[in-house]
């Protein structure tokens, strides 16, 4: 199918422009394109995007707040939760809720997505098969990557040594890795890496996850990534420990990861919803310090995590709602810094995620989002409908919105 979008506004240009798509690829981009089209889309002077990107998500454990909610809403009780619901999640279960889930992302607006897929030997790889499966089945709507998740840790599930090679072996496309869920963590993100060598994959960390910088294996991680030569091939979900430093610690932190090149999936939903729970008073928020990181040059994403289970009992699919959540949690409101969010849903996590051609330029994949806005700036905070997505070439859905004000 040929497409051309007309009268669309690109980020950067004052004049509205002509996109024009074919097999699959954006082929011009003019004032004006001319020629014949399957079919051509009016945008009428509103926001068109590349393909919004989740970049850290868990599709096997989504929807399942209501079977044993999480009382205390503690990360602790949280991982205890779901341990115990892990071995009664059936292949079919797994798949409903997954499938469930990626109907709700999918319309609005992400054409890309990491999700991790946990395994352990209480519960096999039924979780992992069955994201493997849906991988492959939604392979025309969105782009899935499976992370190899060890969520019960390495040494402290044995079997599960054995069982990261074979998920790496049935097509994991990322190595993962929890070190602060395992002992010692250090020689966690050792065997990590010797795994991530063998296969020439990326590794994604669910990383210091703590209200408190105590017992932190970043700086180590950061050396790790330097000696083994894998910078720009590590991403970390949650750092949330990093905001308890002195300003003089974290500015060394982020320095050392900058260099490192390593990119942090910032999760304010369930960060906000677990974090400082001990705290009796100026309760703090315990979510990275994205502002921080961003100045530091480290490439930042805004991810979403969990959909109502016992991490966050809450969410619809919108990342554009996770990102509009970071921008007062991180202080990203100001006029410099508002610019700056849409990227973390786009450009920056298909940088993490090594996405190809991604992006709106002649000769890149048309994965592009048409968005009921006229305002660059306001792409976020208006939380607009996203009124056309196109994925490789082909329109995937369309939304519309009627609203009748009666006076």
Do not use: W
């Given at each position: 199918?040929?497409i051309?979008?007309?009268n669309v506004?690109?980020a950067?240009?004052?004049?509205?422009k002509d996109?024009?798509?074919?097999?699959?690829k954006i082929?011009?981009?003019?004032?004006?394109?001319?020629?014949t089209?399957d079919k051509?889309?009016?945008?009428?002077?509103?926001v068109?995007?590349?393909?919004?990107v989740?970049?850290?998500i868990?599709?096997?454990?989504?929807?399942i707040?209501?079977r044993?909610?999480?009382q205390s809403?503690t990360?602790?009780e949280?991982?205890?939760?779901?341990?115990?619901?892990?071995?009664?999640f059936?292949?079919?279960?797994?798949y409903?809720?997954?499938k469930t889930?990626l109907?709700m992302?999918?319309p609005?607006?992400?054409?890309?997505i990491?999700t991790h897929?946990?395994?352990?030997?209480?519960?096999?790889f039924?979780?992992?098969?069955?994201?493997?499966k849906l991988?492959?089945?939604?392979?025309?709507?969105?782009?899935i990557?499976?992370v190899a998740?060890?969520q019960?840790?390495?040494f402290?599930a044995?079997?599960?040594?054995a069982?990261?090679?074979?998920?790496m072996?049935?097509?994991a496309d990322?190595v993962g890795?929890?070190?602060y869920?395992?002992?010692p963590?250090?020689?966690h993100?050792?065997?990590?890496f010797?795994?991530a060598?063998?296969?020439?994959k990326?590794?994604?960390?669910?990383?210091?996850?703590?209200d408190?910088?105590t017992?932190?294996?970043i700086e180590?991680l950061c050396n790790k990534?330097?000696?083994?030569?894998?910078?720009?091939?590590?991403s970390?979900g949650?750092?949330t420990?990093l905001?308890?430093?002195?300003p003089e610690e974290?500015?060394?932190?982020v320095e050392?990861?900058?260099?490192?090149?390593?990119?942090?999936?910032?999760?304010?939903a369930?960060?906000?919803?677990?974090?400082?729970?001990?705290d009796t008073y100026?309760v703090r928020?315990?979510v990275?310090?994205?502002r921080k990181l961003?100045?530091g040059?480290v490439?930042?994403c805004?991810?979403?995590n969990?959909?109502?289970?016992?991490?966050?009992?809450y969410?619809?699919g919108?990342?554009?709602?996770?990102?509009?959540?970071?921008i007062?949690?991180?202080h990203?409101?100001g006029a410099d810094d508002?610019?700056?969010?849409?990227?973390?849903?786009?450009?920056?996590?298909?940088?993490?995620?090594?996405?190809?051609?991604y992006?709106i330029?002649v000769?890149?994949k048309?994965?592009?989002?048409?968005?009921?806005t006229?305002?660059?700036?306001?792409s976020?905070?208006?939380?607009p409908e996203?009124l056309?997505v196109?994925?490789n070439?082909?329109?995937t859905?369309?939304?519309s919105?009627?609203?009748r004000i009666y006076?």
């Amino acid at each position: 199918m040929s497409i051309l979008l007309k009268n669309v506004r690109l980020a950067n240009e004052e004049e509205l422009k002509d996109v024009a798509i074919k097999e699959g690829k954006i082929v011009e981009i003019s004032n004006t394109v001319e020629g014949t089209f399957d079919k051509v889309i009016e945008g009428a002077g509103n926001v068109l995007i590349p393909g919004l990107v989740e970049s850290h998500i868990h599709l096997d454990k989504a929807l399942i707040a209501s079977r044993k909610p999480n009382q205390s809403g503690t990360l602790q009780e949280a991982i205890q939760v779901t341990a115990e619901l892990k071995p009664t999640f059936t292949e079919e279960d797994i798949y409903t809720r997954a499938k469930t889930t990626l109907d709700m992302i999918i319309p609005r607006g992400v054409t890309a997505i990491r999700t991790h897929a946990e395994f352990d030997p209480a519960q096999g790889f039924t979780g992992f098969n069955t994201i493997m499966k849906l991988k492959e089945e939604y392979k025309d709507l969105v782009d899935i990557q499976v992370v190899a998740f060890p969520q019960e840790g390495i040494f402290k599930a044995p079997g599960t040594e054995a069982m990261m090679y074979e998920a790496m072996d049935m097509g994991a496309d990322v190595v993962g890795g929890i070190p602060y869920n395992d002992a010692p963590a250090n020689e966690h993100i050792d065997l990590i890496f010797e795994i991530a060598k063998k296969y020439d994959k990326d590794i994604d960390l669910h990383q210091d996850f703590a209200d408190e910088a105590t017992n932190m294996s970043i700086e180590y991680l950061c050396n790790k990534t330097i000696a083994e030569g894998y910078e720009g091939r590590v991403s970390v979900g949650h750092l949330t420990a990093l905001h308890a430093l002195t300003p003089e610690e974290l500015a060394a932190i982020v320095e050392l990861m900058a260099k490192a090149q390593i990119s942090v999936m910032a999760l304010p939903a369930t960060d906000l919803h677990l974090g400082a729970r001990n705290d009796t008073y100026n309760v703090r928020r315990a979510v990275t310090p994205i502002r921080k990181l961003r100045d530091g040059g480290v490439n930042v994403c805004i991810a979403t995590n969990n959909i109502r289970n016992a991490f966050t009992p809450y969410g619809n699919g919108d990342i554009m709602q996770t990102a509009m959540l970071a921008i007062p949690v991180a202080h990203l409101g100001g006029a410099d810094d508002l610019p700056t969010v849409l990227p973390m849903i786009t450009e920056n996590p298909a940088k993490a995620l090594k996405l190809k051609d991604y992006g709106i330029a002649v000769g890149n994949k048309a994965d592009v989002v048409l968005l009921d806005t006229q305002d660059i700036l306001n792409s976020i905070i208006d939380i607009p409908e996203r009124l056309t997505v196109i994925k490789n070439g082909k329109v995937t859905v369309e939304n519309s919105k009627t609203t009748r004000i009666y006076r």
